[in-house]
């Protein structure tokens, strides 16, 4: 008995670690591949140079871009936060 529950104990550990690794932090503590990520969020912009453009931009400096291709900045604070010289809202 002892060796089933020890052995489903570590089955869940490593079901953490690997769940923890496929999701990068949001919060800069781990690198993502800006690339991949800015050409997933800049898919459907009309202007998609200038999307990539201020993408890596914003992805380079807080290492996370937030999922879909439109909205949840609540994921990535640091990205929701950069404003560009006029105050508006720099990361796409």
């Known amino acids: 008995m002892a060796k089933i529950f020890s052995a489903l104990l570590l089955l869940l550990l490593l079901l953490v670690v690997v769940k923890a690794e496929s999701h990068p932090a949001a919060d800069g503590s781990?690198?993502?591949d800006c690339l991949a990520e800015c050409t997933r969020r800049c898919s459907k912009a009309s202007r998609h140079k200038i999307c990539m453009r201020c993408?890596?931009?914003c992805c380079h400096k807080c290492n996370c871009v937030p999922?879909?291709?439109?909205?949840?900045?609540d994921e990535c604070p640091c990205y929701a936060n950069m404003k560009d010289s006029h105050g508006k809202p720099k990361c796409p």
Do not use: D, K, L, V
Request: hydrophobic content about 25%; aromatic content about 8%.
């Open 67 to 73: 999922s879909g291709t439109y909205g949840h900045e």
């Open 55 to 57: 993408c890596m931009a």
């Open 30 to 32: 781990g690198n993502i």
